[in-house]
């Protein structure tokens, strides 16, 4: 699948300093409404977004970016959000990811490991808000 239209919109900067100053965060959904509320809720945490309709776009994508953390939906067309942390384990430094699922978390957790951050739909802002302060300005 290719990246809808507009998905680096969000990395067009809005001052001078929102790239060099605000940590990257990908948002990787097949759910259009996800993608836009979190994205939403991320950019008033006060990080960058970039946003993907899935892994596929992303690891399309993934050349130009320096994701500081991924925001990724578990069950997806194509390359899950399970194959695409494997994928990404492989790499020096893989940027850590906050899995968000309507399925079974204890699944997500055999995979990715008891400190993974794992939040089931919906999810509150708090969580959200706790897993990036956790992972990302630890």
Do not use: N, W
Not at 17 to 29: F, K
Not at 52 to 79: E, K
Not at 82 to 95: C, F, G, K, Q, V
Request: hydrophobic content about 45%.
């Amino acid at each position: 699948m290719r990246a809808r239209a507009g998905a680096y919109a969000d990395l067009a900067p809005k001052s001078p300093q929102v790239l060099v100053s605000s940590p990257l965060v990908c948002i990787i959904d097949d759910d259009h409404s996800v993608r836009l509320a979190t994205g939403s809720l991320v950019r008033s945490l006060g990080y960058a977004v970039a946003t993907f309709d899935s892994a596929d776009a992303f690891l399309a994508a993934r050349s130009g970016l320096q994701p500081t953390c991924i925001i990724c939906d578990v069950q997806m067309p194509g390359l899950s959000g399970i194959d695409l942390y494997d994928r990404l384990a492989t790499e020096p430094a893989p940027p850590p990811i906050v899995f968000i699922t309507a399925f079974s978390q204890e699944r997500v957790r055999q995979r990715a490991g008891d400190s993974a951050c794992i939040l089931g739909k919906p999810f509150a802002a708090e969580a959200l808000a706790d897993c990036l302060e956790r992972l990302v300005r630890h």
